[in-house]
């Protein structure tokens, strides 16, 4: 990249292209619509995703930490939010609130010890938390069903007012991913934003400037939890039933490969990864059996080749990573 | 009163006394050089000052409050920044954000601001924003502001590192070996730098193996050796100090500035 | 006491399983002691041994000893498969530490379902290597498998010890552990020593798994226990040593035992995970170092 004396950064240009990938998100969506509901299913999961990796990459791609055990939060959110409205008949919204609450309290508990780790205590520290989540919701039967899994959940909704098809829910599901989005590029242009990226960078130039950096690696934590909480309540709503294998390593593994093919670290980088990952295997028909796989030979392989992820070979997004400035 | 004062310090590892009882102060608006032999002490003194680990005894003031044992954001929140003998860059960022996020200090908001953006967060941003470019003009990067910072030459990147710290606002800047790796051209620049930054106000401490450039910048010296302070004084004492002029010919290095 | 007997054949199950945690163990600080790796696919070999010497056994109809010196090196290869096709290209390019461990993780997850493809989900065993059994001692039980596995797992231990302190390879290992880079200006050559660390980690895992299927089963996805309680047994005993794993996996298998007797099974890997937790930010540094210092960074 040969960027010389760039200083005068038009805002309207870099808007501009800013918007290209929502534009991109949109037509994909646009697409679904007018496709069949199973095309509609593999990307309502893709938005999912795409929420639950945004949080993840907060973590992991802008704090420069490690968390194999994500998937942790996306159970309670995902287990909370069926229990809460099919069992006590609460709004989905209001249970998709309180579970990410719950989330969030939860990741303050656990994160404040764990997070003092590094490497690979780190690593295995939030697996294990991970794996003890998805054998408690195998164990605990009185809460869980097991795995029998817990089935009846209502579609999202306000006020009463459910979305009954599919299609009106890839459209709330494309909404609510656009605005995750969003709030992340926010918080990361920013100072907040700023000090995760710190840590990432080098941990004692940070302490060295005044960073916290035991607090900022928590409130980064936290978010991811709330992220990969409302991916779990959404995931129940969209499909109506969740089993312990819905919230397994198999999703730690999915979402990185999402997170590293579209592009760690990057605003784009979770939507892209999660959207190629989830229809892959879905245009390469026959290949379900192998699905992952292929999930993880892609994971391996962008580790391996590109471990920068596409939106990292892309000068395009490179720029809207490297300095969008809140025009307003 | 001085505004640091570092009392009767000692940092043992082990067996070895990396620093043995140092006492000195530093008056505000001066610049102090801190020199010795390789092993001496002098980082240790950094790390021990900017709280990096507590003293094994002894204790340290800056601006009158005791922060001896404080974490080291805590110390550098304080106004304490330093710098680091082995660059300490955030290499994948661009270099005006590395400066950007020196002035994490001297601004506030966190996850609620950045979200709704009221009306003195924009205006922080753009301060933040401007601050960054008048520091890289400061010391000659203001060309090189959306480079990422590994792409610039080393020498370049040891400046970064300085604007970097002086986004800070610094009340005391602890600069460790900053003209290391240098070509002569380039020191000539950073002691440029380093002078122009006193003047300014702020207050220094160097460590510094280039006899030249101490002897030219520093109006103090402190020497030290297998960890202990062996001589303070100005430039001229120090070269004529017999103590010193000992520790250097046994060592590598010569007194000829 | 009516529980003594219940007490004292928890203790004698323990220290059988034990012992397999200690080899995952010692599996785990080999390659982290030539490359600086933690592998995170350490249980798959376990897996492996299990399910290749079954498939070896039954489908094939060899005999025992026949199908142990077969699914030995089988399992090796696919170590130093690992090695060569994915750490070893990351670790060139300078991946990161976390990069690495996932790509690792990621390779536990493909060889697992790909054993799920080509064996199917149903559990395997086989018998014990000697029939007949067991053993009673008062109300004791002590399976025959059990002396294998003390037996084999002595005899394992005393081989590891001559090969690091008497063979030129095993002390080009040990000069790895303790600086690579040195060892590397010393002539050693580093990447062949973390070639032989994968597949002496993976014969280890595999006979941890040859030895422990009879009194268990195995299937596709026995892997992540053995290696989170393999991992945990190497933490206890201070990451990077193998004696302290060995003590480390008998004390943990012990502890599993006992508390299935007081808890029940069904929370068993909650337990087990839990104290993985509880060494890791507790003990960062082993059982057997104390408190001293923190934890070590990669
Ligand atoms: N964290 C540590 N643990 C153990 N020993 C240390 C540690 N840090 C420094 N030392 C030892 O303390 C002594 C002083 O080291 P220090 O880095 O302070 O020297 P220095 O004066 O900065 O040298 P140089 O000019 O080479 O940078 C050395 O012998 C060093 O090995
Ligand atoms: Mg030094």
Redesign the interface.
């Known amino acids: 990249m040969t960027s010389h004396a760039t200083i005068s950064i038009e805002p309207a240009g870099i808007r501009w292209q800013a918007m290209l990938p929502v534009v991109a998100v949109v037509v994909v969506a646009g697409f679904g619509l007018l496709s069949s509901d199973y095309v509609v299913t593999v990307l309502g999961f893709a938005f999912i995703y795409t929420i639950f990796c945004t949080g993840l990459n907060f973590f992991m791609g802008y704090t420069g930490q490690a968390s194999f055990g994500q998937s942790a939060f996306a159970a309670i959110g995902g287990y909370g939010s069926a229990i809460l409205c099919a069992d006590y008949g609460w709004e989905p919204l209001l249970a998709l609130f309180a579970t990410m609450a719950l989330s969030g309290v939860a990741a303050v508990i656990v994160g404040f010890p764990t997070l003092r780790l590094r490497g690979h205590y780190l690593a295995m520290a939030t697996f294990a938390l991970g794996l003890i989540v998805y054998e408690v919701t195998i164990e605990w039967t009185g809460l869980t069903q097991g795995y029998m899994g817990y089935s009846g959940i209502p579609p999202l909704g306000i006020a009463g007012y459910e979305l009954v098809t599919v299609k009106q829910q890839l459209v709330a599901l494309v909404v609510l991913a656009l605005f995750g989005v969003a709030v992340a590029a926010r918080l990361r242009q920013s100072r907040f934003g700023r000090a995760l990226a710190s840590i990432a960078g080098s941990e004692s130039a940070a302490l060295a400037l005044g960073v916290d950096i035991a607090r900022y690696k928590l409130v980064a934590f936290v978010i991811a939890a709330l992220y990969a909480s409302a991916a779990g309540s959404l995931f129940a709503h969209f499909i109506g039933f969740i089993s312990p294998e819905v919230f397994g390593v198999t999703m730690v593994v999915q979402s990185f490969a999402m997170l590293y093919l579209g592009g760690i670290g990057t605003m784009w980088g979770p939507t892209i990864g999660a959207i190629i990952v989830s229809v892959l295997p879905e245009a390469l028909r026959g290949l379900k059996e192998m699905q992952d796989i292929g999930y993880t030979a892609i994971l391996i392989f962008i580790l391996i080749f590109a471990p920068r992820g596409l939106a990292g070979l892309s000068a395009l997004f490179g720029r809207v990573r490297g300095r969008v400035k809140e025009a307003a | 009163m001085a505004l640091l004062s570092v009392r009767e310090e000692t940092m043992r590892f082990g067996g070895l006394f990396a620093n043995q009882s140092i006492s000195f102060d530093v008056e505000e608006g001066e610049l102090l050089a801190v020199i010795g032999p390789n092993g001496a002490g002098k980082t240790t003194l950094f790390n021990v000052i900017?709280g990096?680990f507590p003293p094994t005894s002894g204790s340290i003031q800056f601006d009158g409050k005791d922060i001896t044992g404080a974490p080291?954001?805590?110390v550098?929140?304080a106004g304490l920044?330093?710098?680091?003998q082995l660059v300490?860059?955030?290499?994948?960022?661009?270099v005006?954000?590395n400066v950007?996020?020196?002035?994490?200090?001297v601004?506030?908001?966190?996850?609620f601001?950045?979200?709704f953006?009221p009306e003195w967060?924009?205006k922080?941003?753009k301060n933040?924003?401007e601050g960054a470019?008048e520091l890289l003009r400061f010391v000659g990067l203001?060309?090189?502001?959306?480079?990422?910072a590994d792409k610039l030459p080393y020498g370049r990147q040891r400046l970064l590192e300085v604007a970097?710290?002086l986004a800070?606002k610094p009340r005391l800047l602890l600069l460790d070996e900053p003209a290391a790796g240098l070509n002569t051209q380039e020191t000539e620049a950073l002691a440029d730098v380093i002078t122009r930054i006193q003047r300014g106000g702020t207050t220094v401490i160097l460590i510094e193996h280039d006899m030249s450039l101490v002897m030219k910048i520093a109006q103090r010296i402190v020497v030290l050796d297998f960890g202990k302070k062996i001589a303070e004084g100005t430039p001229d004492e120090i070269k004529a100090h017999p103590d010193v002029i000992a520790a250097y010919l046994g060592g590598t290095e010569t007194v000829d500035a | 006491m009516p529980n003594l007997v219940e007490f004292l054949q928890s203790v004698v199950n323990g220290i059988g399983v034990g012992l397999i945690y200690g080899l995952v163990g010692i599996g785990f600080c080999v390659i982290y002691n030539a490359s600086g790796i933690v592998n995170f696919a350490q249980g798959v070999f376990v897996m492996l041994g299990g399910m290749v010497c079954q498939a070896l056994l039954t489908q094939f109809g060899i005999p025992l000893m026949l199908a142990v010196a077969l699914t030995i090196p089988l399992v090796a290869i696919s170590g130093m498969i690992m090695e060569l096709v994915i750490v070893r290209p990351m670790m060139h390019r300078g991946a990161t530490l976390f990069a690495i461990i996932l790509a690792t993780l990621a390779a536990q997850i493909m060889i697992e379902r790909i054993t799920l493809l080509t064996f199917g989900d149903r559990p395997r065993t086989y018998h014990e290597f000697t029939t007949g059994g067991p053993l009673k001692i008062g109300d004791i039980a002590i399976g025959y498998q059990l002396f294998w596995i003390l037996g084999c797992g002595a005899l394992l231990v005393l081989l590891l010890w001559l090969f690091f302190t008497r063979t030129r390879t095993g002390r080009a290992l040990r000069a790895c552990s303790q600086n690579r880079e040195a060892a590397q200006l010393l002539g050693v050559p580093v990447a062949r020593m973390m070639l032989i660390s994968f597949a002496l980690s993976a014969a280890l895992g595999a006979v941890a798994g040859i030895l422990v299927t009879p009194t268990q089963y195995t299937a596709y996805n026995v892997g992540t226990p053995f290696g989170v309680n393999g991992f945990i047994a190497a933490i206890i005993g201070g990451f990077g040593r193998a004696g302290g794993a060995l003590a480390g996996g008998l004390l943990l298998g012990v502890l599993q035992a006992l508390a299935i007797v007081a808890l029940g099974a069904g929370f068993k890997n909650v337990a087990a995970l839990s104290a993985l937790l509880v060494v890791l930010l507790l003990f960062p540094n082993g059982l057997f170092a104390g408190f001293s210092r923190g934890a070590k960074a990669h």
Request: aromatic fraction near 6%.
């Open positions: 900017s990096f080291s954001h805590q550098a929140s920044v330093r710098t680091y300490q860059l955030f290499k994948h960022l661009t005006a954000e950007e996020i020196g002035s994490h200090r601004t506030r908001g966190g996850v601001s950045a979200l953006r967060m924009r922080q941003e933040v924003c470019r203001e060309h090189q502001a959306d480079l990422q970097r710290a800070a």
